[in-house]
Nanobody, 124 residues
Framework: QVQLVESGGGSVQAGGSLRLSCAAS????????MGWFRQYPGKEREGVAL????????YYADSVKGRFTISQDKAKNTVYLQMNSLKPEDTAIYYC?????????????????WGLGTEVTVSS
């Protein structure tokens, strides 16, 4: 059974930083696409950052490029999202997702497995 467990959310002032973690277990494929998504109240989830765990290639939404960094620790089966220069508009529930490399993309529909989410609040 695949499990994704996020941690690291919290409250921070604008300009501050947070690091989210996503610990994955039970995923049998050696390579996968991992993503961080966020969701605003009443809105659909939107992709923030993607990483191909096999190659380490990373991709970012324009809204976070230059501020957020996705990375991985293969030994720990953990993916991170380092968030710097946070803005109030980054306030959302952040979700970790895992899926097949062949389907990797920005649509949440391409991901099979999801964590329960962690809340990030950025105050001005």
């Amino acid at each position: 059974q695949v499990q994704l467990v996020e941690s690291g959310g919290g409250s921070v002032q604008a300009g501050g930083s947070l690091r989210l973690s996503c610990a994955a277990s039970g995923y049998t494929y050696p390579s996968k696409c991992m993503g961080w998504f966020r969701q605003y109240p009443g809105k659909e989830r939107e992709g923030v950052a993607l990483i191909y765990t096999g190659t380490g290639s990373t991709y970012y939404a324009d809204s976070v490029k230059g501020r957020f960094t996705i990375s991985q620790d293969k030994a720990k089966n953990t993916v991170y999202l380092q968030m710097n220069s946070l803005k109030p508009e980054d306030t959302a529930i952040y979700y970790c997702a895992a899926g097949l490399v062949a389907l990797c993309g920005w649509s949440p529909k391409n991901f099979h497995y999801w964590g329960l989410g962690t809340e990030v609040t950025v105050s001005s």
